[in-house]
């Protein structure tokens, strides 16, 4: 195991041994029963079913939900430290547990009802269920305000219709979080957030998407025809429905820097590893100044994409404003993911190209880090409106 800043005694400053042992929870859980079986997933696009059961059991799957609700009250430094490790070894259990902890269990304890908590949050938060965030629509994906799917007003239901594409935990969840349109005119001021049943009549979990990397994990669309569903389960005041996604984002966001993290510093780690083993015109490469230039960047890359991240959940659970340093946090993390993946990949030369040395699967599943809960492009609008504000 590489040693990184997080290692050494006197840093982060803030870290507590709780915080701790959370990590060493995560890591030891991540390297006994997520890297057995790692690339078989990857490959035949198997999700993690008996993983995230396991990852329930241990509390990942509601960490940062009160106990009350059966969550483990644990903080965002608690759950980004977690989600490093869980990601550097299957990002694609890593989004399943960062969906349902960040975009999902987050929203619901922050703004659902007495009711909506004890019938949806509890068993999302023991990780018996799992839920999913619907935003992304065909034609919206980064201008998420021009929802096409409407929620009309029929008086003590809404009438949903319309389709999600691209939805993380599509298949496996049983609870969806789904943005809808109810009023046009009002723009994004119309929009509501419904929860939404697995099994009510009318939505249908629709194509599983084959994709580049975070294979393991289901990502499907889903069709919304006429279904009914009670107001009871729209989420806060009615037109509340895009206001309760961008804030949920923003957390998310820093999960996904987390997990974006933890792929950079396991392709890192492996990297490192290898340099050492492999030997080259009579030396171990490592010592070869190319490949340390290689491993010094990367080493440097990650760190600092960890300050970022700890930062961002850091001001988060002192209740700080922390939009621009969420954004931050996913931009950089998720360039280091990239830049570092692709490196992993040229240290470890026609090896990294193979799946058995997993740099391969990490580089792919880097990418999608650039791209969901927000493109780079998106984070650099919302760092730079952040920063615009302030002047
Ligand atoms: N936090 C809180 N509020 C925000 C916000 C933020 N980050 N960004 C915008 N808002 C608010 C604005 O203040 C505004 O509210 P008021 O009208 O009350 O002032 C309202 O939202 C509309 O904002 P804008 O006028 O700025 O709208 P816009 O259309 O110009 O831009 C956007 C909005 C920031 C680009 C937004 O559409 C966005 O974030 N797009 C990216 C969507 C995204 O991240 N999708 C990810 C899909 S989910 C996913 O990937 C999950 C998964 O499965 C892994």
Known sequence: MAT???????????????????????????????????????????????????MAEL???????????????????????AMEEISKI????????????????????KYGTEEQKQKYLRPLARGEKLGAFCLSEPEAGSDATSQKTTAVDMGDYYLLNGTKNWITNGNSASIYLVMAQTHPELGHKGINCLIVERGMEGFVVGKK??????????????????????????????GFGFKFAMNTLNGGRIGIAAQALG????AYELALKYSKERKSFGKPICEHQLIQAKLAQMATKIEAARLLVLHAAKLKDAGQDFIKEAAMAKLFASEVAMWVTTEA???????????????????????????????????????????????
Request: aromatic share 10%; proline share 3%; with cysteine.
């Open 209 to 238: 998407e084959e994709k580049m990397g975070i294979r393991g994990s289901d990502t499907h669309s889903l069709m919304f025809t006429d279904v009914k569903v009670p107001k009871a389960n729209r989420i806060g005041e009615e």
């Open 345 to 391: 990949v040229q240290v470890h030369g026609g090896y990294g190209y193979v799946k058995e040395f997993h740099v391969e699967r990490l580089m792919r599943d880097a990418k999608i880090t650039q791209i969901y809960e927000g493109t780079s492009e998106i984070q650099q609008i919302i760092i730079a409106r952040e920063i615009l504000k302030q002047l």
């Open 4 to 54: 990184t800043l997080l290692d050494t005694p006197y840093f982060p400053y803030f870290l507590t041994e709780e915080h701790i042992s959370v990590r060493n929870a995560a890591r030891e859980f991540a390297q006994r029963e997520l890297l057995p079986g790692v690339i078989e997933r990857d490959t035949y696009e198997k999700f993690p079913e008996e993983q995230i059961k396991k």
């Open 90 to 109: 299957d990002a694609s259990a890593a989004v399943c547990m960062s969906v349902n902890n960040s975009l999902v269990c987050w929203g619901l304890e």
């Open 263 to 266: 792929i950079a510093s396991g």
């Open 59 to 81: 509390g990942f799957m509601g960490m940062m939900v009160s106990p009350q609700y059966d969550g483990g009250g644990m903080d965002t430094i608690s759950y980004v430290l």
